[in-house]
């Protein structure tokens, strides 16, 4: 590839171009290869295009793409800072099949507890339903309770 000063915009033309090709697999290896240090050494600016991207119905799969490549090992700066703008990409994803995808990343991240966390409770309760834990995660009633079916 050989694209090192080449703009987030650039990389992400590349990786959604890649997609569903002959070549794609060797090509995100490229690219993944070629920018991960950048991705996981980001500048303020780079951070800022990240949470524009997860905004964007196409560069939000790049991003996720990034972060599901170092969930487990980036730094936690970079975590916390993308976690509520992928979570709500997540849930505002069309495709409800894909959008775990998005939730899937975090969960390396943080570990399940995220969805009893998570500020915004309409976003709680998404996690929740994506991860399968809705029921889990809902107090049951009392044995004796009147409520029982």
Same mark, same amino acid.
């Given at each position: 590839?050989?694209?090192?000063?080449?703009?987030?915009?650039?990389?992400?033309?590349?990786?959604?171009?890649?997609?569903?090709?002959?070549?794609?697999?060797?090509?995100?290896?490229?690219?993944?290869?070629?920018?991960?240090?950048?991705?996981? /050494?980001?500048? +303020?600016?780079?951070?800022?295009? =990240?949470?524009?991207? $997860? *905004?964007?119905?196409?560069?939000?799969?790049?991003?996720?793409?990034?972060?599901?490549?170092?969930?487990?090992?980036?730094?936690?700066?970079?975590?916390?800072?993308?976690?509520?703008?992928?979570?709500?990409?997540?849930?505002?994803?069309?495709?409800?099949?894909?959008?775990? /995808?998005?939730? +899937?990343?975090?969960?390396?991240? =943080?570990?399940?507890? $995220? *969805?009893?966390?998570?500020?915004?409770?309409?976003?709680?309760?998404?996690?929740?339903?994506?991860?399968?834990?809705?029921?889990?995660?809902?107090?049951?009633?009392?044995?004796?309770?009147?409520?029982?079916?």
């Amino acid at each position: 590839m050989g694209r090192l000063n080449n703009s987030w915009d650039d990389y992400c033309l590349c990786y959604l171009a890649a997609l569903g090709t002959d070549l794609g697999d060797e090509t995100l290896k490229s690219l993944w290869s070629e920018t991960r240090q950048r991705f996981l /050494s980001a500048s +303020e600016e780079d951070i800022n295009w =990240f949470i524009q991207a $997860l *905004a964007d119905e196409q560069r939000k799969l790049f991003v996720v793409f990034m972060f599901n490549k170092v969930a487990q090992s980036a730094p936690k700066h970079l975590k916390e800072v993308l976690f509520s703008p992928i979570i709500r990409a997540a849930v505002y994803e069309r495709n409800p099949s894909f959008n775990r /995808s998005f939730v +899937e990343p975090c969960v390396i991240a =943080f570990g399940h507890r $995220l *969805a009893k966390t998570h500020p915004d409770s309409y976003i709680r309760h998404r996690i929740e339903v994506q991860l399968g834990t809705e029921s889990l995660l809902q107090p049951l009633p009392p044995r004796n309770s009147k409520h029982q079916t």
